[in-house]
């Protein structure tokens, strides 16, 4: 399974899906933060943006996310502010700049991005009207979650950097979880693929770190630390997948100031998704793409249905880019 969107698509950007033997399946996994964000969180976007009258700065992706009944761009075509920006600290310079609106920044995203959103606190320290909406998320509890969906896993390059490989010894002493972490160049993905494949028939339980130019042990202590000055663990619920303990990150008491949630007394939102979306079991390996009976009907990138069609990382979106319409 490969666990991270980008994974997902050099894959397919690279042609390896059509050189690899039948044998050898391919499952694209939950590594897509746009995706495996729930619907919850853009209905409580919404309701920043229409009821409480902020303006939501956010990349792009995020606006074109179906919600319970809008998304944030049809928000935005009955009237709420919403900006798209090129980084987390764009929304803080659009705050500093405006400062008659109250701005609210999307912070979403996994241990890679984590680290720039929060160090918008630090750069909005002066200013009363910038917050957060959070739904940060941990790879190391979804690896549990999701460790009876595949052989093994080809472990995120990017998410290890920050967080190192202890995580994945662990998963394999404990749990007997295989993987390897993979770079994203074509020789980078088929040296994992290639040992993956090599250590499957094995039969034991292995480890393997394939980008070892970027991946150190001990991860990036630096990102680290900045992660746990102003964010905790909090249980995180997951698209498709659900609720999984100690998988999400949440602003500390100390930092309130900046949780848009406090700031703006939003409600506990309850989302639906909507029933023809198969999103959930794309994210869980249970489905392909193709297996979702609206893929390339309905649903297409112009206009998707679920987030998995939307998101640049998306596996529906890898699929109908690269793979065809089988
Ligand atoms: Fe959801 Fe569209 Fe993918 Fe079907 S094709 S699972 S509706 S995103």
């Known amino acids: 399974m490969e666990v991270c969107g980008t994974h997902t698509h050099e894959i397919f950007k690279l042609g390896i899906r059509n050189i690899l033997p039948d044998t050898i399946d391919l499952i ?40 319970t009944k809008l998304s944030l761009a049809q928000a935005r075509a009955r009237g709420a502010k919403v900006k798209v920006v090129y980084s987390p600290l764009d929304g803080v310079e659009y705050a500093k700049k405006h400062q008659d609106e109250q701005v609210v ?26 917050s957060l909406l ?30 190192g490989t202890k995580i994945c010894e662990e998963l394999r002493d404990k749990d007997g979880v295989s993987g390897v972490v993979a770079g994203f160049t074509a020789s980078e993905l088929l040296t994992a693929i290639a040992i993956i494949v090599k250590k499957v028939q094995q039969g034991k339980p292995f480890f393997v770190n394939a980008y070892p130019r970027v991946v150190k042990s001990e991860g990036s202590k630096k990102a680290q630390d900045i992660i746990k000055t102003y964010m905790e ?18 602003l500390k008491e100390a930092y309130k100031a900046y949780d848009a949630r406090k700031v703006y007394d939003l409600p506990v939102i309850k989302g639906k998704d909507n029933p023809a979306c198969r999103c959930g079991e794309v994210l869980r390996g249970a489905c392909k793409p193709y297996d979702c009976p609206v893929f390339g009907k309905g649903c297409t990138p112009d206009h998707p249905i679920g987030a998995c069609m939307v998101s640049s990382e998306g596996t529906c979106s890898a699929y109908y880019l690269y793979g065809g319409l089988k």
């Open 233 to 250: 663990p909090c249980d995180a619920s997951w698209r498709g997948i659900g609720k999984i303990a100690h998988s999400g990150l949440q």
């Open 28 to 67: 694209s996994g939950p590594g897509c933060p746009v995706c495996v964000t729930p619907i919850d969180f853009i209905d409580e976007a919404v309701m920043l943006a229409l009821e409480k009258g902020c303006t939501i700065t956010t990349f792009g992706d995020l606006v074109r996310v179906p919600g």
């Open 134 to 163: 959070t739904a940060n998320k941990t790879m190391p509890m979804a690896y549990e979650a999701m460790k009876d969906s595949c052989d093994a896993f080809l472990y995120p390059g990017h998410v290890h950097a920050i967080i």
């Open 105 to 130: 920044f999307l912070s979403i995203g996994f241990e890679t991005t984590t680290p720039s959103d929060v160090l918008t606190i630090k750069e909005a320290k002066n200013l009363t009207n910038f």
